[in-house]
């Protein structure tokens, strides 16, 4: 036991006695048997790749090979740091004339310039002469000219190589810029005019050359004029122009310098893309501007035969679609489209309109009307909108030879409420249509139409009987009842029998103004209404209204709005598909319009007339059950609020894409049953009119009565009485 614990501490004696004297050695020395020795710090390549590390006692140092310097003593080959290439071109190193100095690692050498090539038995260089060692450089539409290291291409008459002289020319046709038909306006016959011109001088090698920018910028000049003026009326004008600006931009796009050009003006927005070289481009390239992006590769753009250039080039026609006027008769899809399209809408005419700016999108290969790779687009839409059962996008290209808008070549990839991404497998000027789908006419809404308009009709017309010849009820309010009972009738009886009389334009129009008109009038006799009901409750004295006041506003309005809106819009009276007024530019508002004003005015005298008198019946009334009074007033705010036109605010929601077919059936039935609300209104819950019927009914029933008895009491006489005759005329007599 003892014997182990002496060695126990032998050993522990070792190892402090060791560590004592590795911690007494200065740096660069170790510790070993005999004391401290030198460590060899080179052993591990401390110096690096370019540099001889030469170990002292206590320390080393590294000497720098030619051609390098020590990165901590710059003026002194030996250090203890790394050491780094010395680039001789920059400080003392020279060449013979007509050679270059190139830097190597831990050297340099003279080479000669790019062109030239060292001569043989000396070190000067010569000029190579690409032409003779490198057929066909300049193609067979060239003479290539050697120059002292270089070349350059002339091209032959009619060919060119765009400004350049070392590329190869490619064949320039001019006769695309001539004006197609003698209607071509003017500001475009001057920008064709333009283009030839500049066009014509790439044709003649010793014509004067044209900066790539300048023509761009009046390019564009001219487009906003032409575009600013509204000219593009028609398909062949709109056909000229697209087909103008694509020529124009391959006519201008290899002529750029700078690899990306931008260029804004008040109407357009455009964005190119140039590479230049001896190697077509390779990678992808990517355009913007305010409303697409454009998305393709530099080996689509350059195609199969390369010319020495290569560009893509995106323009963006901001005003192109903003007036109705410039798709007018041609804002269309081709007849082989419209033929694809959904089967539920064949009855019904599909309406289309562009929901993104015009784009052209153009690259320098020739062949793009069927590209092996296709290309991207991503529309902004200029409505935000997203797809529904009644609208949905489509990806289409302005087709010149039919002057329509066809989506052959081009598939939506997908689409949101703001973006639409397109597809194409050819190039050209491309949009966004949005196909509105009309909501069809179902059995059930038509018969709840027609069996409420005649139950109506039989109410108005009992309305107006009652109204006109019973005189315990006559006075200013009633006048309105009677005034507005006439209007709904009339405009009830014309719709009914006229609202899908479409085959005869003229005929269509008429109806549409007349049910205008009437229902206005209806309007505004509901209006009076509304205020009469204000002036009878809060204003107590204040109970009557003028004739003539009344005429003035229930007729004299109605007609203004009909005269003005004819003579602005006359178009506007009529659709294809109802007699009505149309959608399309805003027309509608001049009857919606009124309406939401009449409407407002009218629920804010119901909201004043039922507050006051709730204050009156309370008062008045102050055992009477709560329940009982809520209830009454409920059942008469509710029917006085629809005799009031408060149906018509679920009017409103038929413009919206959510909830449609139940707005459109609530609207249906409440306004179809308009005339036997207020029949039941102002007929049946009067209390004075009811005893007017009763009368009525009475004296019905009691001439019956009379008839009756009379009846009976000759039939009795006779029975008794033999029949006497006259012998002179032979006739008989009861």
Known sequence: MELKWTLLVFLLLGLFLHISGSRGCSPGYKASKSGCDDEDECVDNICGNHS?????????????????????TPNFTQSTGQCIDINECTENAECPMGMVCVNNIGSHS????????????????????????????????????????SYSCKCHHGYSNYGNNQSKCIEITCNQFEAETQNTPEKLKSLLSLLMKSCESLRDPDGGRHLGEALLENLFTSVDELLSEGNLADSDTLSQFLGAVENSMRLIGPQLKEPVTRMETHNTYAEVAVK???????????????????NTSWETAAGDSY??????????????????????????????????ERSDTKKGKITYQLNSRVVTAIISNPETKQLTDPVTLIFKHV???????VMNYSCVYWNETQGAWSGQGCVKAWSSNTHTACSCSHLSSFAVLMALYPIKDTFALVLITRVGLVLSLICLLLCILTFRFCRSIQGTRNSIHLHLSVCLFIADLVFLCGISSTHNRGACAFVAGLLHFFFLAAFCWMLLEGVQLYRMVVLVFQTTLKHLYMYAVGYGVPLIIVIISAVA???????????????????????????????????????????????????????????RMIKGFTVTAVAQLCVLGGMWV????LFQEEGTQVMLYLFTILNSLQGALIFFMHCILSKTVREEYYKLIGRVCSQKEKKYSEFSTNQSSNSQHPLRTDQSTRESKI
């Open 110 to 149: 003279c080479e000669c310039k790019h062109g030239y090539r060292e001569s043989r038995g000396d070190s000067n260089c010569a000029d190579i002469d690409e032409c003779k060692h490198q057929s066909g450089l300049c193609g067979s539409h060239a003479d290539c000219e050697n120059h002292p290291g």
């Open 650 to 653: 679920f009017g409103c929601f």
């Open 569 to 627: 819009y006359p178009q506007g009276y009529g659709t294809e598909r109802h007699c009505w007024l149309s959608l399309e530019g805003d027309f509608i508002w001049s009857f919606f319009a009124p309406v939401c004003i009449i409407i407002l005015l009218n629920s804010f005298c119901f909201i004043i007339t039922v507050w006051k008198l709730a204050e009156k019946f309370s008062s008045l009334n102050p055992d009477l059950s709560k329940l």
């Open 276 to 294: 230049h070289g001896e190697t077509p481009p390779t990678g992808s390239v990517i355009l913007r501007t305010d409303s697409a992006h454009f």
């Open 307 to 340: 010319p020495g250039f290569a560009f893509a080039a995106l323009v963006s026609y901001k005003d192109l679609n903003t007036s109705s006027d410039y798709f007018s008769g041609i804002g269309k899809i081709s007849q082989e489209d419209e033929s694809r």
């Open 52 to 72: 001889e590390c030469i170990n002292t006692n206590g320390s080393y140092y590294c000497n720098c090979k030619e051609g390098f310097r020590s990165t901590n």
């Open 383 to 389: 409505e935000e909108r997203a797809e529904s059962k």
